[in-house]
């Protein structure tokens, strides 16, 4: 069974970091792209960014670019977001998924809150 | 790139069917036939239910179809049921730089 498990949210003022984790089981984690969804209370989905399989090649939002780094421990089937600079604007639940067949995310985190406050 | 326009909110009686639509561009939903769509409910994370324009995994009701023209992707729930009340977000691939962009989101309401 597929599984994915974040970890790492929490409450953190403006301009502080944070590091989100996914645990992933249940496929061979190495063969997929995996991303980062987020979604702002009462709003929608947004990719946030988002990471081939063996690590090469990395996209972002044009809203975090600079301030996030997405990275993953394929020894360890484990995604991560390193997020600095943080904002008001990034309080948002924090879902990992993964990318699968025809580029749809087809398994999807409990999700993690991330809250951004003074 | 801009998000996909989904209408605020669609409702139906239980039995009846509903589509929702989802507007993009020849850049993206007209462009890609890695149209998804996803079923939310309260409080729950995202659930895929439409792949590939008009594909279902398994396990989802064949109550949901989906389909696309030009640059409009749609989704029809059939027998509408009280448990498909739920937010519904499309999504398309979109290439590079930022592969995937999501739609607005419609609120479904069972009457």
């Known amino acids: 069974e597929v599984q994915l498990v974040e970890s790492g949210g929490g409450l953190v003022q403006p301009g502080g970091s944070l590091r989100l984790s996914c645990a992933a089981s249940?496929?061979?984690?190495?063969?997929?792209?995996m991303m980062w969804v987020r979604q702002a209370p009462g709003k929608g989905l947004e990719c946030v960014a988002n990471i081939k399989g063996d690590g090469s090649w990395k996209t972002y939002v044009d809203s975090v670019k600079g301030r996030f780094t997405i990275s993953r421990d394929n020894a360890k089937n484990s995604l991560y977001l390193q997020m600095n600079s943080l904002r008001v604007e990034d309080t948002a639940i924090y879902y990992c998924?993964?990318?699968?067949?025809?580029?749809?995310?087809?398994?999807w985190g409990q999700g993690t809150l991330v809250t951004v406050s003074s | 790139q801009s998000a996909l326009t989904q209408p605020a909110s669609v409702s139906g009686s239980p039995g009846q069917s509903i589509t929702i639509s989802c507007t993009g561009t020849s850049s993206n939903v007209g462009a890609y036939d890695s149209v998804s769509w996803y079923q939310q409910h309260p409080g729950k994370a995202p659930k895929l239910i439409i792949f590939?324009?008009?594909n279902r995994p398994s396990g989802v009701s064949d109550r949901f179809s989906g389909s696309k023209s030009d640059n409009t992707a749609s989704l029809t729930i059939s027998g509408l049921q009280a448990e498909d009340e739920a937010d519904y977000y499309c999504s398309s691939y979109t290439g590079i730089p930022t592969p995937y962009v999501f739609g607005t989101g419609t609120k479904v309401t069972v009457l």
């Open positions: 590939e324009v008009s």
């Open positions: 249940g496929f061979a984690f190495s063969n997929y792209w």
């Open positions: 998924a993964r990318d699968g067949v025809a580029h749809a995310r087809d398994y």
